[in-house]
């Protein structure tokens, strides 16, 4: 099973750089961003929020817990353009 989730978290990552290089192509992210970093740092920014959600008694796809996680991956993104 290790295997395979690697090869999942593997294809999350490169797909979330593909996403991240084609922001950079229309200008919304800085062309200087490495978008593999980008993308691993933007899921540790989902996991935090997806542990936090774990641990409290919100359902994990309340507006509450929806509204800080697109709030935290907004923040990173703003910053980053």
Do not use: Y
């Amino acid at each position: 099973n290790r295997s395979l989730l690697r090869d999942f978290m593997d294809g999350l990552f490169r797909e979330t750089a593909r996403r991240v290089e084609a922001a950079k192509t229309r200008g919304e992210i800085a062309s200087d961003v490495p978008g593999e970093l980008l993308a691993h740092n933007l899921f540790a920014i989902f996991f935090l929020h997806l542990q936090n959600g774990l641990g409290s008694d919100v359902p994990l796809v309340s507006d509450e817990l929806l509204g800080a996680l697109r709030e935290g991956l907004a923040l990173s993104l703003r910053g980053l353009g």
